[in-house]
């Protein structure tokens, strides 16, 4: 991995010195701010030997110091040093809208993290959907990219729906998404507070190419973990990694109902590219029914994402089967999908096992970052020889292994006791939860192991 790496930085700069200057233009004049507007929050920026300085500023939300031009599909090169102490970032194909008396920003920025856990280059969504490539569970190698007392170089490309990012000749990340095609690049001062007043972040050697970047951009990077936000989509990568979608968007081929042979005719309604659980009234498995993938699986990476309704309980299963008596929801492990604020049952169980990500009943999730009701959330559970981990969001929430000894205390004093060897079956289905409570799914895909 590390040698791949290295070979990339070096592409990287044949390439970079092959390249006419002609297909570059400053994007910053190094002088003003001119074709700069600044939004958001009244930090301060200066400008000063060819360096763009944004000085932050307490009490005062993000600053940014916005171009008034859009952009499309294009490169950006600069280079940043920041304060040890100061977060910052650089928003791409961005928006803003008007928020009482503040104009807001929105989309995706490339993150500037000078902390110990080296997410730089790393794409957040800025006042939206958080975080959609964190750096430390999809691309380890690059955690250490980023000089936090020197100039880091950066490079973005933007093209098509495809964002990849490099620091200092090493790739960072490398996202698929189609939620904007074009938009303001802005430079950010992170909101602080007074402790941490007059830290600075500097840019400086700022330019851009919008033409002829299919001769510009650089190689394709598989060493990195791609991340697909386009639903029910498989990126080329993607099906060469072996991912397969278990629901296309359009139909229920591969699915039935659990303890049926067949897929609801009710309960159960595909609309907008979901596969969409109706309410009625909150009782388990008393409508449609949960239902069930016609396959089973042993070791495999899961990913779905999901959007809740207020108050709404689900949850995804796996490892399940029907060989159980069960009047309810078929027998097996589970995602839990929950409304924490509003659902009785995240008070309910032990420590919190029964909110949201956890593994229902059995152990709490930590760590999370929820999206919130009325948003999609993207959810992961990795089962490989035993070895399980939920994440949320990009987040690793939990981990166990199953049959340990601890996995058996667990079921032993937890509502699943009644079912021998529960959860231990080599392989099993996949479930989606009726629970009477209007839940949405998409993006449903799946990878042996």
């Given at each position: 991995m590390k040698s791949r790496i290295i070979l990339s930085a070096m592409l990287m700069t044949l390439i970079l010195t092959g390249c006419r200057h002609s297909d570059w233009h400053d994007l910053f004049n190094g002088k003003d701010f001119t074709g700069f507007v600044q939004?958001?929050?009244?930090?301060?920026?200066?400008?000063?030997?060819?360096?763009?300085?944004?000085?932050?500023?307490?009490?005062?939300?993000?600053?940014?110091?916005?171009?008034?031009?859009?952009?499309?599909?294009?490169?950006?090169?600069?280079?940043?040093?920041?304060?040890?102490?100061?977060?910052?970032?650089?928003?791409?194909?961005?928006?803003?809208?008007?928020?009482g008396e503040r104009t807001l920003v929105y989309g995706y920025q490339v993150e500037i993290d000078p902390t110990d856990r080296g997410w730089s280059g790393g794409i957040y969504d800025e006042a939206r959907r958080g975080w959609l490539y964190p750096v430390t569970p999809n691309n380890v190698a690059a955690v250490r990219s980023f000089d936090r007392h020197g100039w880091n170089s950066y490079r973005v490309e933007a093209i098509g729906n495809r964002i990849r990012t490099w620091i200092n000749g090493i790739p960072v990340a490398d996202l698929v998404d189609d939620a904007d095609a074009s938009g303001f690049i802005a430079f950010q001062v992170h909101a602080v507070n007074s402790e941490l007043a007059g830290t600075r972040v500097m840019w400086k050697n700022i330019r851009i190419a919008t033409e002829n970047l299919e001769k510009l951009a650089l190689p394709d990077t598989p060493e990195i973990y791609q991340a697909n936000f386009i639903p029910n989509t498989l990126t080329e990568r993607q099906k060469a990694d072996g991912w397969k979608l278990l629901f296309d968007g359009t139909s229920p081929t591969g699915w039935r109902g659990a303890h049926k042979d067949a897929f609801p005719d009710f309960g159960w309604v595909i609309e907008n590219g979901c596969l969409k659980v109706l309410a009625s009234g909150g009782a388990e498995s008393q409508a449609g029914g949960d239902i069930v993938t016609v396959g089973q699986y042993g070791n495999f990476d899961l990913f779905f994402e999901f959007m809740i309704t207020e108050g709404a309980n689900s949850g995804v299963k796996y490892f399940v089967t029907e060989a159980y008596p069960t009047e309810g929801s078929a027998i097996g492990l589970e995602y839990q999908i929950l409304d924490d604020q509003r659902h009785p049952d995240a008070l309910l169980g032990r420590d919190g096992n029964r909110t949201v990500a956890s593994l229902y009943d059995l152990i709490p999730a930590r760590n999370k970052r929820f999206n919130g009701v009325g948003q999609w959330n993207a959810a992961q559970i990795v089962s490989l020889n035993g070895h399980v981990e939920h994440w949320l969001n990009g987040f690793k929430v939990l981990e166990y292994e199953r049959g340990s000894d601890e996995y058996r205390r667990l079921v032993s004093e937890s509502k699943y006791k009644i079912f021998e060897g529960f959860g231990?079956?080599?392989?099993?289905?996949?479930?989606?939860?009726?629970?009477?409570?209007?839940?949405w799914f998409r993006s449903i895909r799946i990878r042996e192991l």
């Open positions: 939004k958001g929050g009244e930090a301060q920026f200066t400008v000063e030997d060819g360096v763009m300085t944004g000085i932050s500023t307490p009490d005062t939300p993000n600053s940014f110091m916005c171009t008034t031009e859009e952009y499309s599909d294009f490169i950006l090169e600069f280079e940043v040093k920041v304060d040890t102490l100061l977060n910052s970032g650089v928003q791409i194909r961005s928006h803003s809208t008007e928020n231990e079956a080599e392989q099993g289905h996949i479930l989606l939860q009726d629970h009477g409570d209007e839940v």
